[in-house]
């Protein structure tokens, strides 16, 4: 059984992907709305030209879909959400999903309230098979325990084509709040935390004046402890957008995992591991993307086996208050 859904709000390119893997898996897109006309907008009509653009929010709201996409400016995501929620429809939601506690307070409510599934899209394990097989490796011992995870995430600023919102701190949300999100769901997943002590946070504008360009976290739990660096330094030269890693730690080997490139070979998506037997790198590229699936099983069957409501609602708290305490003390 699979369901149909709406594209709300196009203003990032991860509602590509979004879109994308829904279709593969079955899904049918009703139709999208966004705000006049963003700059991710013609890539999204040439990407799937069949899809109908409806006219108001409330139209496509009231279309009939059981699911909302939604990759609008950041500080406007959880307003729609929640208008997403009040209408009947589970909401997967780029991240951030949502950029103060309030946004995500209002935001648990509504959970609470409609019974409704919001499950934020961590793209950076969501999208990369080379987290599906981490998972295998990791759930059969592969490593032992883990007991650390130091997380990458830098991005290329592509300062020119990017919109007005991404330079204001109140919209975007903060360079913690929005890419360091990724590698803290990645710590409590392969932790098996389910909270974390934030013990340093920081960002600053190294090159950047007008734009947070360099964070990072140090965290830990009852599990593990975790390192986090995010940035907008991806040299022009690099063939793709940024040199996305993560290193899990184990009592027994660990696992690295390079997502988007591994220069010197084609292709994406590998993972090295070395333990007591092994010491090899795999080419992950046909691992799976199972979390798509999962909700489509999620939003049918009512179940958490894509993400747990709690996870989620986890990784973004734990986002919210490092922006917070980096801002307090700023470098």
Not at 122 to 148: K, N, Y
Request: hydrophobic share 40%; net charge negative.
């Amino acid at each position: 059984m699979s369901i149909d859904f709406v594209a709300i709000g196009l203003d990032h390119r991860h509602i590509y992907g979004m879109t994308e893997n829904m279709l593969k898996c079955g899904a049918r897109c009703l139709g999208y709305w966004t705000d006049g006309t963003p700059e991710t907008l013609a890539g999204y009509v040439k990407r799937f030209p069949d899809i109908q653009r409806f006219e108001s929010l409330q139209d496509t709201l009231d279309v009939g879909a059981s699911l909302a996409l939604i990759s609008a400016i950041p500080a406007d995501r959880s307003e729609l959400a929640i208008r997403a929620m009040q209408h009947g429809l589970d909401v997967m939601i780029d991240k951030p999903g949502c950029t103060t506690l309030d946004q995500l307070q209002a935001i648990k409510d509504e959970v609470a309230q409609t019974g409704r599934i919001w499950s934020v899209n961590f793209s950076e394990r969501f999208e990369t098979p080379c987290s599906t097989l981490a998972d295998e490796f990791v759930r059969d011992g592969a490593i032992g325990q883990v007991v650390q995870t130091v997380g990458l995430g830098p991005h290329r600023l592509n300062r020119a084509t990017r919109p007005g919102w991404f330079f204001e701190r109140e919209k975007f949300g903060g360079i913690l709040t929005d890419i360091a999100s990724h590698q803290i769901d990645q710590f409590l997943h392969y932790t098996g935390s389910d909270d974390a002590q934030i013990l340093h946070a920081l960002v600053a504008g190294h090159a950047n004046p007008d734009l947070q360009d360099f964070g990072e976290i140090t965290l830990r739990s009852d599990q593990g402890h975790g390192y986090i660096r995010v940035d907008w330094f991806t040299p022009d030269a690099l063939p793709t957008w940024g040199d996305g890693r993560l290193t899990i730690l184990g009592t027994e080997g660990y696992i690295e995992l390079r997502k988007y490139v591994d220069v010197g070979q084609s292709g994406t998506d590998y993972v090295i591991l070395a333990n007591g037997d092994r010491c090899e790198k795999i080419d992950a590229s046909d691992a799976g993307l199972p979390y798509f699936p999962r909700l489509i099983d999620d939003i049918t069957n009512r179940t958490e086996t894509a993400m747990s409501q709690a996870h989620c609602f986890k990784v973004m708290e734990l986002a919210l208050k490092a922006q917070a305490l980096a801002e307090s003390d700023p470098a």
